[in-house]
């Protein structure tokens, strides 16, 4: 955001709610199995800590994909709220791509559109694209999307019938300007506070919110390509209003505003999710006003609690957008804020007992220094081992692919080598761009019997690539270059210690 020139008002706005802004063909009806040719997959091995997601076969995953998509927004609740690009494009995932993750956008007006009725019809539909990732080898993310709190305020999320605006006047639409000085009017402001902070202390509508997610849970528990539900996206508003939000400003900035009220309501989503799923993961957000400077997480991390029988299944899952590049300014060599934010976010997620993912980041190419951007939050998230959805997968603006598909020069930079599924704790890994070499660094586990994972893009390796496992070179290295999936058996390699691999392109002398 244009946060220097901006008066303070107009600067919290852009912090707290930068958001970037039916399917056929299913797949076969078992649904016992998580992972291609493993039908035993079924969730009984734990991860091995609470820093990695694993999936049903156990292997910790890193997630990176992409939203789908921000067109399904909509302009109204009766629009369908589905994406609007051509499905068989998305085949450029794993062709492309390699990529295991796509967070899902849905939406509490779609999903319950009058009160306690529940749209089975838009279910149905959101099941069709789950099958299609299911095929595919993707994990999904659904995510219960809002931007200015629902439709008939401005954009997104809530059903009409929940939009309590407290007596204030709808202003209508302006020409020009940002989407999110709409947050301003005092009706999305009162809006927001009928929900978080009810004049009479009446949940109904936070229980009803949360009676969306439990059902939306209970449809997609069992299904194998979901691993988990995003409680809300960006969050605003549940300190208080405008006003309030702009008096814990200095707090915030120094890690010492704690915001109970989103604390107790992200709880309560973990909570309605594991009435219907035991196992999946829930992904919860800070206020996007932290994401955004960044400061330190307002989430009271040590209070966050996973009531599930075992080790707690959560991931801190706030967004990344440097604030220059968001708003098409280019990325400043000062710019500190991809270090300050992989300086503050591991560790909260530490303390939280949960995994690292940002399911938003991204930004319209042809900036300068975009590529620069690009590279720099790839790098610090391989040193990280953080998992990322990029924003978002729409053709044209700031996604990967051009309107007729092609690569865009964002989707060129997001071209990589990285885990996919590792059969054992990740250590480390990483990718070299100019040397075109990856490392990985796992220890094996022997309750893990399903392969290690590898997305290698066959563009990136024209002549092709050399596999060295533990010091060997491993012969005919089983890569299929339609999902960009390098497999390696889960008992390969030598024995007694940990894995190394080591990938470079044909005759180079990285891999000894």
Same mark, same amino acid.
């Given at each position: 955001?244009?946060?220097?020139?901006?008066?303070?008002?107009?600067?919290?706005?852009?912090?707290?709610?930068?958001?970037?802004?039916?399917?056929?063909?299913?797949?076969?009806?078992?649904?016992?199995? /998580?992972?291609?040719?493993?039908?035993?997959?079924?969730?009984?091995?734990?991860?091995?800590?609470?820093?990695?997601?694993?999936?049903?076969?156990?292997?910790?995953?890193?997630?990176?994909?992409?939203?789908?998509?921000?067109?399904?927004?909509?302009?109204?609740?009766?629009?369908?709220?589905?994406?609007?690009?051509?499905?068989?494009?998305?085949?450029?995932?794993?062709? *492309?791509?390699?990529?295991?993750?796509? $967070?899902?956008?849905?939406?509490?007006?779609?999903?319950?559109?009058?009160?306690?009725?529940?749209?089975?019809?838009?279910?149905?539909?959101?099941?069709?694209?789950?099958?299609?990732?299911?095929?595919?080898?993707?994990?999904?993310?659904?995510?219960?999307?809002?931007?200015?709190?629902?439709?008939?305020?401005?954009?997104?999320?809530?059903?009409?019938?929940?939009?309590? &605006?407290?007596?204030?006047?709808?202003?209508?639409?302006?020409?020009?300007?940002?989407?999110?000085?709409?947050?301003?009017?005092?009706?999305?402001?009162?809006?927001?506070?009928?929900?978080?902070?009810?004049?009479?202390?009446? &949940?109904?509508?936070?229980?009803?919110?949360?009676?969306?997610?439990?059902?939306?849970?209970?449809?997609?528990?069992?299904?194998?390509?979901?691993?988990?539900?995003?409680?809300?996206?960006?969050?605003?508003?549940?300190?208080?209003?405008?006003?309030?939000?702009?008096?814990?400003?200095?707090?915030?900035?120094?890690?010492?505003?704690?915001?109970?009220?989103?604390?107790?309501?992200?709880? $309560?989503?973990?909570?309605?999710?594991?009435?219907?799923?035991?196992?999946?993961?829930?992904?919860?957000?800070?206020?996007?006003?932290?994401?955004?400077?960044?400061?330190?997480?307002?989430?009271?991390?040590?209070?966050?609690?996973?009531?599930?029988?075992?080790?707690?299944?959560?991931?801190?899952?706030?967004?990344?957008?440097?604030?220059?590049?968001?708003?098409?300014?280019?990325?400043?060599?000062?710019?500190?804020?991809?270090? *300050?934010?992989?300086?503050?976010?591991?560790?909260?997620?530490?303390?939280?007992?949960?995994?690292?993912?940002?399911?938003?980041?991204?930004?319209?190419?042809?900036?300068?220094?975009?590529?620069?951007?690009?590279?720099?939050?790839?790098?610090?998230?391989? @040193?990280?081992?953080?998992?990322?959805?990029?924003?978002?997968?729409?053709?044209?603006?700031?996604?990967?692919?051009? *309107?007729?598909?092609?690569?865009?020069?964002?989707?060129?930079?997001? @071209?990589?080598?990285?885990?996919?599924?590792?059969? #054992?704790?990740?250590?480390?890994?990483?990718?070299?761009?100019?040397? /075109?070499?990856? @490392?990985?660094?796992?220890?094996? $586990?022997?309750?893990?019997?399903?392969?290690?994972?590898?997305?290698?893009?066959?563009?990136?390796?024209?002549?092709?690539?050399?596999?060295?496992?533990? #010091?060997?070179?491993?012969?005919?290295?089983?890569?299929?270059?339609?999902?960009?999936?390098?497999?390696?058996?889960?008992?390969?390699?030598?024995?007694?210690?940990?894995?190394?691999?080591?990938?470079?392109? &044909?005759?180079?002398?990285?891999?000894?």
């Amino acid at each position: 955001m244009r946060t220097r020139p901006l008066g303070p008002i107009l600067v919290v706005l852009a912090l707290v709610l930068a958001a970037c802004g039916g399917a056929d063909d299913a797949a076969p009806d078992d649904r016992t199995s /998580a992972a291609p040719g493993d039908a035993d997959c079924d969730w009984s091995i734990e991860a091995p800590s609470t820093d990695f997601v694993v999936d049903r076969c156990g292997r910790a995953l890193i997630l990176r994909g992409v939203n789908v998509e921000s067109a399904s927004k909509g302009d109204r609740q009766g629009d369908d709220h589905l994406p609007e690009s051509d499905p068989a494009l998305q085949e450029l995932f794993g062709s *492309e791509w390699g990529w295991n993750n796509v $967070r899902f956008l849905v939406f509490w007006g779609a999903i319950e559109p009058e009160p306690d009725v529940y749209d089975e019809a838009y279910l149905d539909e959101v099941e069709g694209w789950m099958d299609r990732y299911e095929a595919a080898g993707i994990h999904v993310v659904l995510d219960l999307h809002q931007d200015l709190y629902g439709w008939s305020v401005g954009f997104d999320g809530a059903p009409d019938w929940a939009v309590d &605006t407290q007596g204030h006047p709808i202003a209508p639409p302006q020409d020009g300007g940002a989407w999110w000085l709409r947050g301003a009017d005092p009706a999305v402001q009162a809006a927001y506070q009928s929900f978080w902070n009810p004049a009479d202390g009446d &949940t109904y509508l936070q229980d009803h919110y949360l009676g969306a997610l439990g059902h939306l849970a209970e449809r997609f528990a069992d299904h194998p390509a979901v691993i988990g539900y995003d409680v809300m996206n960006e969050p605003a508003f549940a300190n208080g209003d405008l006003d309030a939000t702009l008096a814990i400003a200095g707090q915030a900035a120094v890690g010492e505003f704690h915001n109970d009220n989103l604390t107790d309501f992200m709880n $309560r989503g973990i909570a309605t999710v594991r009435e219907a799923s035991p196992d999946q993961y829930v992904f919860v957000e800070p206020t996007s006003l932290v994401n955004y400077f960044p400061y330190p997480g307002d989430l009271i991390e040590d209070d966050i609690v996973d009531p599930r029988d075992g080790d707690p299944r959560i991931v801190y899952a706030g967004h990344l957008y440097e604030p220059t590049v968001h708003e098409g300014e280019g990325y400043p060599e000062s710019s500190t804020y991809v270090e *300050e934010w992989f300086d503050l976010r591991p560790a909260e997620a530490r303390t939280m007992s949960a995994a690292l993912w940002f399911g938003e980041w991204g930004g319209a190419p042809g900036q300068d220094r975009m590529d620069g951007y690009l590279t720099d939050v790839l790098g610090a998230a391989d @040193r990280t081992m953080s998992g990322w959805a990029y924003w978002s997968w729409d053709p044209g603006g700031w996604s990967p692919i051009d *309107e007729d598909g092609t690569l865009s020069p964002n989707g060129e930079v997001l @071209r990589r080598v990285q885990p996919r599924a590792v059969a #054992g704790t990740p250590l480390s890994f990483g990718w070299d761009p100019d040397a /075109a070499t990856f @490392r990985l660094v796992w220890t094996p $586990r022997d309750e893990v019997t399903a392969p290690t994972e590898i997305a290698v893009p066959a563009a990136l390796f024209p002549d092709g690539f050399t596999v060295v496992l533990d #010091g060997d070179e491993v012969a005919d290295p089983d890569h299929d270059p339609a999902t960009s999936t390098l497999r390696i058996p889960a008992d390969a390699g030598s024995t007694g210690g940990d894995h190394e691999l080591c990938l470079a392109p &044909t005759g180079s002398t990285a891999c000894p």
